[in-house]
């Protein structure tokens, strides 16, 4: 009995000391960092993603500016879009401005960009038959044949009412006074000077268009995009006889000929009577047509800088106004 009790104890006592000894194995290994391995390799997998992203966004930075560089707005119920501060020759958005679209009246900005380059604004201008290649139910200043009119009046009745009468008196005074050729029938002097406008949109950078009617009336052959409408824009904000005559909202004019005309601006942006009237807006031109929609091209002065936006494809008259208004807030 004795000694089963003395190996029974042996075996207690050995047990006791191997948990013991265990135990003072862990205590000895618990705050070793074996675990710091793994981490620092997790650290460094994450370095070597960062830098290789980082290496990645290099190398396609022209693939992915425009998604980068614009805070991300969508404009829905337009065509295209883009704003632009002309000062620092930044680009603040855009959106499918390379898409091409129908130019409507845009189109009389380049209409009076080309004539400006060849004519000079104190030009006199007879108003003739080419007023018979105006369309029906087209927007108009109301002057008459035999009517003069200086070139810079023209244009006033251009920016303003967006006469299509007067561009098509403008286009066609300016190509018989440059093809020295006064006899040339006025459908002859409508497609010369769209050869000018189309040879200056090309000067100018405008490598997406096309131009065949010198009032933008929807044709299959005539298209631009935004971006060729912007380069347009930026020149045509430079031009004082321009930039006057798109400002005003209402001015009372005494034509070469003695007869007067009170034209209004169909920028309702410059309407004081309007919902989107702004002070700081200063042209430049609307445009609308069926297959163009309600188009905008607009000029802000804020805070010493100036801003174009254009907006084109607008579902509604309201809709070119309001996306507009959006733009400008949101960039300035």
Same mark, same amino acid.
């Given at each position: 009995?004795?000694?089963?009790?003395?190996?029974?104890?042996?075996?207690? !006592? @050995?047990? =006791?000391?191997?948990?013991?000894? !265990?135990?003072?194995?862990?205590?000895?290994?618990?705050?070793?960092?074996? &675990?710091?391995?793994?981490?620092?390799?997790?650290?460094?997998?994450?370095?070597?993603?960062?830098? +290789?992203?980082?290496?990645?966004?290099?190398?396609?930075?022209? %693939?992915?500016?425009?998604?980068?560089?614009?805070?991300?707005?969508?404009?829905?119920?337009?065509?295209?879009?883009?704003?632009?501060?002309?000062?620092?020759?930044?680009?603040? #958005?855009?959106?499918?401005?390379?898409?091409?679209?129908?130019? %409507?009246?845009?189109?009389?900005?380049?209409?009076?960009?080309?004539?400006?380059?060849?004519?000079?604004?104190? @030009?006199?201008?007879?108003?003739?038959?080419?007023? #018979?290649?105006?369309?029906?139910?087209?927007?108009?200043?109301?002057?008459?044949?035999?009517? +003069?009119?200086?070139?810079?009046?023209?244009?006033?009745?251009?920016?303003?009412?967006?006469?299509?009468?007067?561009?098509?008196?403008?286009?066609?005074?300016?190509?018989?006074?440059?093809? %020295?050729? %006064? &006899?040339?029938?006025?459908?002859?002097?409508?497609?010369?000077?769209?050869?000018?406008?189309?040879? =200056?949109?090309?000067?100018?950078?405008?490598?997406?268009?096309?131009?065949?009617?010198?009032?933008?009336?929807?044709?299959?052959?005539?298209?631009?995009?935004?971006?060729?409408?912007?380069?347009?824009?930026?020149?045509?904000?430079?031009?004082?006889?321009?930039?006057?005559?798109?400002?005003?909202?209402?001015?009372?004019?005494?034509?070469?000929?003695?007869?007067? =005309?009170?034209?209004?601006?169909?920028?309702?942006?410059?309407?004081?009577?309007?919902? =989107?009237?702004?002070?700081?807006?200063?042209?430049?031109?609307?445009?609308?047509?069926?297959?163009?929609?309600?188009?905008?091209?607009?000029?802000?002065?804020?805070?010493?800088?100036?801003?174009?936006? !254009?907006?084109?494809?607008?579902?509604?008259?309201?809709?070119?106004?309001?996306?507009?208004?959006?733009? !400008?807030?949101?960039?300035?």
């Amino acid at each position: 009995m004795k000694r089963r009790m003395t190996r029974r104890g042996k075996l207690v !006592i @050995m047990a =006791f000391f191997a948990i013991m000894t !265990i135990a003072v194995y862990n205590a000895v290994h618990k705050n070793k960092p074996s &675990d710091s391995i793994p981490v620092q390799k997790n650290t460094a997998a994450s370095d070597v993603t960062t830098i +290789q992203t980082s290496t990645e966004t290099t190398s396609n930075t022209e %693939a992915v500016t425009e998604t980068t560089m614009f805070p991300p707005i969508k404009l829905s119920g337009c065509t295209s879009a883009v704003a632009y501060c002309l000062e620092n020759d930044e680009l603040l #958005f855009s959106q499918d401005a390379d898409r091409s679209v129908a130019p %409507a009246s845009l189109t009389k900005l380049l209409t009076a960009c080309t004539a400006l380059k060849y004519v000079s604004p104190d @030009m006199c201008c007879t108003v003739g038959t080419e007023q #018979f290649l105006v369309q029906p139910e087209s927007s108009l200043c109301y002057i008459s044949q035999g009517q +003069q009119l200086t070139a810079e009046e023209l244009i006033i009745g251009m920016m303003m009412a967006s006469g299509n009468d007067a561009a098509y008196a403008l286009a066609v005074n300016t190509a018989r006074k440059v093809s %020295a050729n %006064a &006899d040339i029938t006025d459908y002859e002097a409508v497609e010369f000077f769209c050869g000018l406008m189309n040879t =200056f949109a090309a000067e100018l950078g405008m490598k997406n268009s096309h131009f065949v009617t010198p009032d933008g009336w929807d044709s299959d052959n005539q298209y631009t995009t935004a971006s060729d409408l912007l380069i347009l824009a930026e020149y045509a904000a430079t031009i004082p006889e321009i930039r006057k005559a798109a400002s005003f909202y209402e001015q009372q004019v005494t034509i070469l000929s003695g007869e007067n =005309f009170i034209w209004h601006n169909s920028n309702k942006l410059l309407d004081p009577y309007s919902e =989107f009237y702004r002070k700081d807006a200063s042209g430049l031109k609307t445009g609308s047509t069926v297959n163009a929609g309600n188009c905008l091209i607009a000029v802000f002065d804020v805070k010493g800088l100036t801003y174009l936006t !254009i907006v084109t494809g607008c579902e509604t008259d309201y809709d070119r106004y309001s996306l507009t208004l959006r733009l !400008i807030n949101e960039y300035t």
